[in-house]
């Protein structure tokens, strides 16, 4: 089987959720491609649209979260949205780029490429198989738009929902949402920090600002180095934002700055509390880890959904301000019973196994 992944560079999220499923495939003997739909048509068109996107959700989180609202409501008009049209314009130059490389079937990780596989059945009759996996505990804007053979979707719960929206039941597979193979390792948090070169006799907070690294944690980071009421070591993953690093250098000394990393896993393992934007992915990879989890203030719009759908299910504590997350990393310190609790509720309500159950299903149509 030879598949196309296509993805989108908006955020880490989804260019994981595109990895782990190759990481499953080449376990199969299967070959695949990873690209990028905008990307297909044009490098500069791709670099304008992730530049924009990861722009507002590094300085303007707010503005981010209004962007999604409008798209709600416009997405709830009986018609083709704006998003549609657009990824339609490249769909023919998708369609000689699946014809070239003999792609048997098609995975879509981001809503651009379902748009645009979307279109190009719609204008060309093109038959072959074509999925989505969806990696938000949501249905965003304009899924419902799209018309694929079937969509892998994050939680059983969410099949009646997706369903209300407009999404046909019997194309739902609550698989959960496919993570790096590494975040399900049986490792010791002694032997994850051993492997990190972090204090074994210590507490330890992880703090994750997201692939593009959002500015609003280091003011989190602020209130997180004057409390004294607990001993622990903080460690931020910064991700790409250099501009960020060099700030909680300057204005929290006694935090551990941690440049963009591949090992993320081993942090996570490492960590007795980790606090970290809502991202349905890194939500998933925390849980599949089994670490107590603290939602940070997120931003409006499928993170705050993600956020709620943890927080209900006992996954994680939701926080509206610094402060009360600061409360809550003292509290699961304190409390190693409410730590378990929370594990046991990620081990009981998420699919550690999505990518091969994906997988299973493609390979039986």
């Given amino acids: 089987m030879k ?3 296509l993805t989108c560079h908006t955020g880490d999220g989804h260019n994981s959720a595109a990895c782990a499923m190759a990481r499953e495939m080449e376990s199969r003997g299967w070959e695949y491609e990873i690209a990028d739909p905008i990307g297909i048509r044009s490098k500069r068109a791709e670099k304008v649209v992730c530049s924009c996107y990861n722009g507002l959700i590094r300085h303007t989180p707010k503005a981010f979260g209004l962007v999604y609202h409008v798209g709600r409501a416009v997405s ?36 651009f490429g379902m748009e645009a596989v979307t279109a190009l059945r719609r204008r060309k009759g093109f ?8 990696t938000d505990y949501t249905c965003i804007p304009f ?76 003011s989190l980071c602020r209130t997180l180095s004057t409390r004294s009421a607990t001993d622990f070591e903080t460690y931020v993953l910064v991700g790409r934002n250099e501009k960020l690093a060099q700030t909680l250098r300057e204005t929290c000394p006694s935090i551990h700055v941690v440049p963009f990393t591949r090992d993320v896993f081993l942090y996570m393992k490492s960590a007795d509390v980790l606090l970290s934007k809502a991202g349905g992915l890194s939500s998933t990879e925390a849980a599949v880890a089994g670490v107590p989890l603290i939602h940070l203030k997120t931003i409006p719009g499928c993170e705050s959904c993600n956020a709620a759908f943890f927080s209900r299910r006992g996954l994680s504590l939701a926080t509206s301000s610094d402060r009360k997350a600061a409360d809550g990393v003292e509290f699961l310190l304190i409390h190693p019973d409410r730590q378990e609790a929370m594990r046991a509720a990620q081990r ?12 299973d299903r493609m390979e039986k149509r």
């Fill in 143 to 218: 899924f419902r738009e799209t018309e694929l053979d079937g969509y892998f979707i994050p939680h059983p719960d969410l099949v009646a929902p997706m369903a209300a929206k407009g999404l046909a039941g019997e194309r739902l597979y609550p698989t959960g949402i496919p993570v790096d193979p590494r975040f399900r390792q049986e490792i010791s948090q002694q032997e994850a920090r051993k492997q990190l070169n972090l204090p074994v006799d210590k507490k330890i907070v992880v703090i994750m600002t997201g692939g593009v690294g959002c500015e609003s944690m280091a």
């Fill in 127 to 134: 038959s072959a198989p074509a999925y989505g996996i969806m």
């Fill in 76 to 111: 709830n008009i009986p018609l083709k949205s704006p998003v549609y049209y657009a990824n339609g314009v490249y769909a023919s130059r998708i369609e000689r780029y699946i014809e070239k490389g003999g792609f048997d079937a098609i995975l879509c990780t981001h809503l």
């Fill in 348 to 359: 009981r309500e998420i699919n550690r196994n999505a990518a091969a159950q994906i997988a």
């Fill in 3 to 5: 598949v196309l992944i």
